[in-house]
């Protein structure tokens, strides 16, 4: 009962270096999602997937791209890493478009320096 | 747009008092309403939802009425315990598209023995 699993948990960059996030999740949910979570701010949108084939803009996606690789995975990218990005990213997922709510990943913490 | 907004933190209560988490929103439409708790080093977790005026969600002890009137989703529990300190989140279930989850900030609760 794996659920979402993320890679990795912990990564430190330096600024202007690249790196990818990567999640994957076996419950055969259509939808994905990346969250970023900053402290007092709540989790706020990055990118999202509706269906396998589909990405969109959330509501901070600047810095940032994905790959909905196939129905399983949904990868993250950061092409040069900012202090700015230093954060919690989770990545979660949905079986019906969020009604039933998501299931999150246990996060990758990411430090930028 | 859409918004989430909950009372702020923290909150520290002592063992076996009543909580009260206050959640209220923004929405155009009926969005479905959430409540997610985060523990320690966690992704979050689905506590409970609701997805239709005057629905009471519940799990755990801990009960949140969908109230349309005063589009609110405040979370109760009548005696907490030690092992419910954590961050709770509210969040709603954006109607449109791929229906997004919107977060209020996160209401970090303390409970001490």
């Known amino acids: 009962n794996a659920g979402v699993t993320q890679t990795p948990k912990f990564q430190v960059l330096k600024t202007g270096q690249s790196m990818t996030l990567q999640c994957a999740q076996d419950m055969n949910h259509n939808s994905m999602y990346w969250y970023r979570q900053d402290p007092g701010m709540g989790l706020r949108l990055i990118y999202y997937s509706a269906s396998e084939g589909t990405t969109d803009k959330g509501e901070v996606p600047n810095g940032y791209n994905v790959s909905r690789l196939n129905k399983r995975e949904f990868s993250l990218r950061l092409e040069s890493a900012a202090p700015s990005q230093t954060s919690v990213y989770f990545c979660?997922?949905?079986?019906?478009?969020?009604?039933?709510?998501?299931?999150f990943g246990s996060g990758t913490r990411l430090t930028v320096v | 747009g859409n918004s989430v907004t909950q009372m702020e933190g923290p909150v520290t209560l002592s063992e076996e008092a009543f909580l009260t988490i206050n959640c209220t929103y923004t929405a155009t439409g009926y969005p479905s309403l959430f409540w997610y708790v985060q523990y320690p080093g966690e992704g979050l977790q689905l506590l409970l939802k609701?997805?239709?005026?005057?629905d009471k969600g519940s799990n755990k002890g801990f009960e949140a009425t969908y109230r349309k009137e005063t589009t609110s989703f405040h979370l109760e529990k009548g005696s907490v315990q030690v092992s419910d300190s954590a961050v709770y989140f509210c969040?709603?279930?954006?109607?449109?598209?791929?229906?997004?989850?919107?977060f209020g900030q996160g209401t970090r609760l303390t409970i001490n023995p």
């Open positions: 979660a997922s949905s079986e019906n478009r969020g009604l039933g709510g998501y299931t």
């Open positions: 609701a997805t239709k005026a005057d």
């Open positions: 969040a709603l279930s954006d109607i449109q598209g791929a229906q997004k989850l919107v």
